[in-house]
C-alpha cells in the first residue's frame, strides 16, 4: 500500500539529519504537480504545499518511525482541512424546506435534483416535490418529469409559464396545500455566465427565499470552476456546493480551487448518472483522491533513485584521503543539475548556507565552471594543487573565462573540500550521498 511505499522510499534517507529537506521538497514538489495535474490553482498548490512543507520539517519527518506513513499523513490532512471540515447536511428547517439549485447548464442540476429528492426521501423520511423551473427547452421539464417518476416523487411544472419566480411561487403553494415537506427547484443554466441567467437566479432566489442555495458544478470543469463559482457567490451567497460527476477518473481538484475561493462547504458529490449516485461529500477521501498518492510516490522514487549510495562512499573515502578532485566535483555538479535548482538545493545543505555565500550559485554559472573543468587533464583534475600560474592561464585559454575566474572557482573547490571535510560526520554523510551521483 501507499503508506509502506513512502516508507521505502524514505528508507535510506532515514535518521540523516536534516538532509531530510531535500526529500521532502523533492516529494512536495510531486504533491504540488498531482494537484495542477487535477486542476488546482496554481497559487494555491504553492501556498499548500509550503504549509505542509514547514510542517514536515517541524515534525522532522524522516527521522520518525515510519517517514512514509508520516508523509502521507501531513499531506492528506492538510488537503482534508483545507476542503473543509466534516460533511454538512442540508438545512431542512423551513415549512416546507425550499432547497434552490443554480449552476451551469449541463452541471447536473436536473439530474442532482432527483438524487436529492430521492436521497431525502429515503433517508430522512421527507416528502419532497421537485419543480421544473427551467423554461426555455421544452425537454428539460420532460426530463424533471422522467426522474420524479423514476424515484416516485412529485413534480410541479407550467408548462405555458415563461416566468420561473412565478412558477417557483406557485410550486411552493402547491407544496404546502399537498403535503409536501421538502421543494427543490431546479433551474435553467446557461453554458457560460451571462447576466440574464444571473438575473433570473436572483430574482427566484429573492422571491422565494430558500433555506438552501445549492451550486452545482461538474468537476470536469477545471480551473474555470472557480470562476464560475465566484459569479454564483457574488449573486447568490449560496450555501453550499455540489460536485458532479466524479465517477470516472476526474480527480476533482476543482474542489479544492472552488473550497478557496468561496469559502463555502461542499455538501454532496454525484457519482453517476443514476439515482443512487449521491454521496455525502468526505474531505479526507477527497483528499486521497486528488492526490492520486500513486503519483506522488512515484515521485519521491525517482528522487530516490538519484541518491547512488556505492558512489557516495567512494567520495567519502576520497575525501577522507584528502583525493576529492575536480572529476568528483564534476560528478556533483551533474548530479545536481539532476536534482533541480542549485540555489534550492545549496539553500538545504545545514552549515552550508555560510560557506557558499560568497558563492556564484546561479544555475547558469554551471556552465561556466564545466567548461573551466573540461579544460583541465586529468592529472590536474585528480590532483587540483598542480595547478600553478602557466596551467591556469592555459586553462583559462581552453574555456573562453578569465584566469580570475579559474581562481575563483579553485577557491570554489577548495571551501567545497574543506566543508565537506568537516561534515563528514552526521549531516554530512547524508551530503555526500546527496552529491555522490
Ligand atoms: P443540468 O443542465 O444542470 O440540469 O444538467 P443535467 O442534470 O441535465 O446533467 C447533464 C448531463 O450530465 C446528463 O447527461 C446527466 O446524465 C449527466 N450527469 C449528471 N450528474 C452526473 C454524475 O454525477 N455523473 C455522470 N457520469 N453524469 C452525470
Ligand atoms: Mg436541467
Redesign the pocket.
Known amino acids: 500500500n501507499l503508506s509502506e511505499k513512502l516508507d521505502k522510499a524514505f528508507h535510506v534517507l532515514k535518521g540523516h539529519g536534516q538532509i531530510t529537506e531535500i526529500n521532502v521538497a523533492e516529494t512536495l514538489k510531486e504533491v504540488r504537480r498531482a494537484l495542477l495535474d487535477a486542476d488546482v490553482n496554481f497559487k494555491i498548490a504553492k501556498e499548500f504545499t509550503n504549509k505542509v512543507k514547514e510542517k514536515a520539517l517541524g515534525q522532522n519527518v524522516l527521522t520518525s518511525l515510519q517517514p512514509g506513513q508520516l508523509m502521507v499523513k501531513l499531506v492528506k490532512d492538510e488537503l482534508t482541512e483545507l476542503m473543509g471540515g466534516d460533511a454538512e447536511g442540508i438545512n431542512l428547517s423551513g415549512t416546507p424546506s425550499i432547497i434552490l ?1 443554480s ?13 436529492l429528492a430521492n436521497y431525502l426521501k429515503t433517508k430522512k423520511t421527507k416528502k419532497p416535490l421537485l419543480v421544473a423551473c ?1 423554461v426555455y427547452r421544452p425537454a ?1 421539464i420532460d ?1 424533471l418529469h422522467v426522474v420524479g417518476d423514476q424515484i416516485g416523487v412529485d413534480v410541479f411544472s407550467d408548462r405555458g409559464n415563461t416566468d420561473p419566480v412565478a412558477i417557483a411561487e406557485a410550486g411552493i403553494a402547491y407544496a404546502k396545500a399537498n403535503g409536501h415537506n421538502v421543494v427543490i427547484i ?1 433551474t ?2 446557461r453554458l457560460a455566465v451571462d447576466e440574464e441567467m444571473m438575473n433570473e437566479i436572483a430574482n427566484v432566489h429573492k422571491a422565494i427565499k430558500p433555506q438552501e442555495t445549492l451550486f ?1 458544478v ?1 468537476s470536469m470543469t477545471g480551473q474555470d470552476a472557480v470562476n464560475t463559482a465566484k459569479a454564483f457567490n457574488d449573486v447568490l451567497n449560496f450555501d453550499g456546493v455540489i460536485l ?5 477518473d476526474t480527480r476533482g481538484g476543482a474542489a479544492i480551487s472552488i473550497k478557496s475561493v468561496v469559502t463555502k462547504p461542499i455538501k454532496f ?5 443514476k439515482m443512487d ?2 454521496d455525502v461529500f468526505h474531505p479526507s477521501r477527497m483528499a486521497e483522491r486528488i492526490l492520486g498518492m500513486g503519483d506522488v510516490v512515484s515521485l519521491v522514487e525517482r528522487a530516490q533513485e538519484q541518491f547512488d549510495e556505492e558512489e557516495a562512499r567512494k567520495i567519502q573515502k576520497k575525501i577522507a584521503k584528502n583525493k576529492f578532485g575536480f572529476d568528483d566535483f564534476l560528478k556533483q555538479i551533474q548530479q545536481i543539475k539532476k536534482m533541480g535548482s542549485l540555489k534550492d538545493l545549496m539553500g538545504m545543505i545545514p552549515g552550508a548556507g555560510k560557506a557558499l555565500k560568497g558563492m556564484d550559485i546561479d544555475d547558469d554559472a554551471f556552465k561556466h565552471v564545466e567548461a573551466i573543468i573540461h579544460s583541465m587533464t586529468p592529472a590536474e583534475r585528480e590532483t587540483p594543487t598542480l595547478l600553478n600560474a602557466s596551467r591556469k592561464k592555459r586553462i583559462a585559454s581552453g574555456s573562453g573565462r578569465s584566469v580570475q575566474e579559474v581562481n575563483q572557482l579553485l577557491k570554489q573547490f577548495d571551501q567545497m573540500s574543506k566543508m565537506m571535510k568537516m561534515m563528514q560526520g552526521g549531516g554530512g554523510k547524508k551530503m555526500m550521498q546527496m552529491m555522490g551521483g
Open positions: 439549485m449552476g451551469l447548464q449541463g452541471s447536473g442540476k436536473t439530474t442532482f435534483s432527483g438524487k427551467d428539460a426530463q431546479d435553467a443554466g452545482v461538474d458532479t460527476k466524479l465517477d470516472g458529490i454525484g457519482t453517476g448518472e449516485a449521491i
